[in-house]
């Protein structure tokens, strides 16, 4: 692989390769961007004979007298009933396809309104309607083993007593506070199980006026369980299963019309194949003892996903309502599609808008637990070193690891705006928790169930002790680098050996972990403002600094990090590292792209984006 790399730069870049500065080793190559920046000549381009397209649709309308018509109305006059959808123009397809419309009545509330669904009438028959799904789980009474004998009836053999605590026992809940943790079932990633970490610390990072929110959270692992081999590591994540918000389960609940004194009541889960309600367990039949709370808490995602047909074939099969019902099983059907489409790539909707968008639709549990996604761990990436992270607290050193959480929102029907299920769980931990040390309580109990997860990522895996580094970040995804740079300054050596490039989109609101890198911290690290100020996104500083990166990507153990969203600041930051290769290395774009190919083959670039 390194043979290939210098046959590529041999052949286009010969003496091309910068040197290290000539500066003494605690110097490092500046960050500072200069204005006088070589002009690119452009070329004239090669003239090339036009050729003619080919025409991939047919052009029926070029006028007004065209659209009146096809239509017989003139444009002002369906520009202003036109929703766009094309079901103005029913009564004319249903003439000629003999098809019968009907129109229905739509559901009266703000749920349904919402939905924005371009329904004008509905097909009186229907095609190809999705078949109801099957039923997978079920939801059973405890009931004593049939094995046992009755109190009032005699045995002609009785079982031993192991046998009977046996028995009774797999009937009863676990001794586990399931309000801050899921249930043992819920195992997210093999040999892991969820540990409810106390969160020791908790403030908000960003400022007043920050477009997006975020949290440092300090969690204390102490007692986390020994007997996994395997250990914190920087750079390393973390997976978190985060509940569903009580209040919005109750109000499914409500919706359901399950009354309040069997939604904690133990009760028989039977699920006849699959994984659920584990995340990555076997796909086989189960049977085990928990509660409607807890399967609906910890188990199914009621925001995250589109509504899918099966779940609105479910919803439509227990319709009381009759246009309620056509409406729902018009969604699932053939006549329905570009209706369901234009749906399903719209705002992602949850369970409960669709409850009350169709109120008289209210499905057995259990049938909505066959159809809706599992609930599934977040992950985190480590803000520090946890390997030197611990205080002294009641006479007793607890480990802490760190982690920053941005808060994401999406738009909702009520409110305007709601959180994700995991940043939102981690917002809602961090505001109580501040709320309760402003009240004076000196170590308020908040928990976050996690678990050590996929610790093996692209940055933990690629981390070394020693080579320069050069790590780009925007977001919170600059939280990993933290601990990077906190384990490099520990080493006279290293430092200057490590450089970060951070964007934000104002400084004064915005930059994370400001003052929190080290006592090297205004020699290592640039920060970029995308909003304000300077007014650039940090894949502009990538190509600004091309000596620097040219320096390190071939440097011997030299590696180029990038952590960070993949729409906009990944993808731009790529673009800007080929751009560097083909400057500093005289290549053509796709030898470019080969070369950073090659690197990230070598584990000399490395780029984890979401």
Avoid at 125 to 139: G, I, M, Y
Avoid at 242 to 268: Q, T
Avoid at 272 to 282: C, L, N, S
Avoid at 464 to 474: K, R
Wanted: aromatic fraction near 8%; include cysteine.
């Amino acid at each position: 692989m390194a043979t290939q790399i210098d046959r590529i730069l041999a052949e286009h870049s010969a003496g091309s390769i910068p040197e290290e500065p000539q500066t003494a080793s605690s110097v490092a190559p500046s960050l500072t961007y200069s204005d006088s920046a070589d002009e690119q000549e452009i070329e004239e381009p090669h003239q090339i004979e036009p050729r003619r397209r080919r025409a991939s649709t047919r052009l029926i309308a070029k006028s007004p007298d065209d659209v009146q018509r096809i239509t017989g109305e003139s444009t002002t006059q369906l520009i202003r009933r036109c929703c766009g959808g094309g079901c103005c123009l029913n009564n004319t397809k249903a003439k000629e396809l003999g098809i019968d419309y009907e129109r229905v009545e739509f559901p009266d509330n703000d749920a349904y309104r919402s939905l924005f669904l371009k329904i004008d009438a509905i097909p009186t028959t229907l095609s190809n309607v999705c078949d109801l799904p099957e039923q997978t789980a079920f939801l059973q009474p405890v009931r004593r083993p049939s094995n046992l004998p009755s109190p009032t009836e005699p045995s002609l053999s009785t079982p031993s007593k192991d046998d009977v605590a046996k028995s009774l026992e797999s009937l009863s809940l676990e001794d586990l506070d399931t309000k801050i943790q899921p249930p043992t079932f819920v195992q997210p990633h093999p040999p892991h199980h969820v540990f409810a970490a106390r969160v020791h610390n908790t403030r908000e990072l960003t400022g007043m006026g920050a477009e997006k929110r975020t949290f440092h959270f300090d969690l204390d692992v102490t007692n986390y369980p020994e007997g996994e081999n395997v250990d914190f590591k920087v750079g390393g994540a973390i997976g978190v299963s985060a509940p569903n918000e009580e209040s919005m389960v109750d109000e499914i609940f409500g919706l359901l019309l399950v009354p309040r004194f069997l939604r904690d009541k133990p009760v028989l889960l039977r699920t006849t194949k699959g994984r659920w309600p584990t995340v990555w367990g076997d796909d086989m039949a189960r049977e085990l003892v928990t509660t409607r709370r807890d399967l609906l808490t910890w188990c199914s995602d009621i925001q995250s996903y589109p509504p899918t047909k099966q779940l609105l074939r479910v919803l439509a099969e227990h319709a009381t309502d009759e246009s309620e019902r056509k409406i729902l099983q018009f969604l699932c059907a053939a006549e329905g599609q570009g209706v369901f489409c234009d749906f399903r790539t719209g705002p992602h909707v949850t369970l409960v808008q669709l409850l009350h968008a169709f109120p008289s639709s209210k499905p057995p549990l259990d049938l909505l637990f066959s159809v809706l996604q599992p609930l599934m761990p977040r992950f985190y990436s480590l803000s520090n070193d946890p390997h030197e992270s611990f205080e002294t607290r009641d006479g007793k050193q607890h480990r802490l690891i760190e982690i920053a959480v941005t808060v994401h929102e999406t738009s909702d029907w009520r409110s305007g705006s709601r959180a994700g299920i995991g940043s939102g769980f981690f917002q809602r931990q961090a505001l109580k928790f501040i709320e309760a040390k402003e009240k004076g309580e000196e170590h308020p109990e908040f928990y976050i169930p996690m678990f050590k997860g996929l610790m093996a990522n692209p940055l933990a895996k690629e981390f070394v002790s020693d080579g320069p580094m050069l790590l780009i970040g925007a977001g919170v995804g600059i939280a990993p680098f933290r601990g990077f740079v906190q384990r490099r300054l520990k080493t006279a050596n290293c430092a200057n050996k490590v450089w970060v490039l951070q964007g934000i989109r104002d400084s004064l609101v915005d930059e994370l972990y400001s003052g929190e890198w080290g006592v090297h911290e205004d020699e290592v690290k640039r920060v970029v403002q995308s909003r304000k100020g300077e007014g650039r996104y940090v894949q502009e500083e990538v190509k600004h600094q091309s000596d620097l990166v040219w320096y390190i990507i071939n440097s011997v153990d030299g590696r180029v990090f990038v952590c960070g969203s993949t729409r906009g600041m990944g993808e731009g930051v790529e673009a800007a590292l080929i751009e560097v290769a083909m400057e500093k290395g005289n290549l053509e774009r796709e030898e470019a792209k080969q070369f950073w190919e090659l690197k990230k083959e070598a584990g000399q670039y490395i780029a984890e984006t979401w």
